[in-house]
C-alpha cells in the first residue's frame, strides 16, 4: 500500500516563505499526478496545486493567487509546494494526494487515491 509523507510545515510570520516536500515512504509516483490540498479548521478541504507525472501540466486553486508553485522531481521521487508572502489565511494543515486522474479532475479530493497525514502550516499576523 503506498504513503505519502509531507514534510516542511512549520510556524511562521506573514510575509515568511515555506516550501513542502512529499514523498511515498512506500509505493511510487511513478506515471501517477500529486496534489496538495490544504484544510483551516472548520473549513472544507481546498485544492491548492497539483501536477503531472512530467512535470509539464500544473493547475493552481483559485484563492491563491500565484503565490505558491508546485514542481517535482522525479529522480528524487518528490513533490514540492514553494509557498511565498504567507499570510495567516494560508494557516491550515497541508496534505499531499496521488492521482490516476486527468487535469480536468484535479481539484477534486474524490479523484486521489492515497493521502499523507499532513503537516501544519501555522502563519502568525
Known amino acids: 500500500q503506498v504513503q505519502l509523507v509531507e514534510s516542511g510545515g512549520g510556524l511562521v510570520q506573514a510575509g515568511d516563505s515555506l516550501r513542502l516536500s512529499c514523498t511515498p515512504s512506500?509505493?511510487?509516483?511513478?506515471?501517477?499526478?500529486v496534489g496538495w490540498f490544504r484544510q483551516a479548521p472548520g473549513k472544507e478541504r481546498e485544492f491548492a496545486a497539483a501536477?503531472?507525472?512530467?512535470?509539464?501540466?500544473?493547475r493552481y486553486g483559485d484563492s491563491l493567487k500565484g503565490r505558491f508553485i508546485i514542481s517535482r522531481d522525479n529522480a528524487k521521487n518528490t513533490v514540492y509546494l514553494q509557498m511565498d508572502n504567507l499570510g495567516p489565511e494560508d494557516t491550515a494543515v497541508y496534505y499531499c494526494?496521488?492521482?490516476?486522474?486527468?487535469?480536468?479532475?484535479?481539484?477534486?479530493?474524490?479523484?486521489?487515491?492515497?493521502w499523507g497525514q499532513g503537516t501544519q502550516v501555522t502563519v502568525s499576523s
Open positions: 494526494a496521488r492521482t490516476p486522474r486527468a487535469q480536468a479532475y484535479w481539484d477534486n479530493a474524490a479523484s486521489y487515491d492515497y
Open positions: 512506500r509505493g511510487i509516483f511513478t506515471n501517477y499526478g
Open positions: 501536477i503531472s507525472w512530467s512535470a509539464g501540466v500544473t
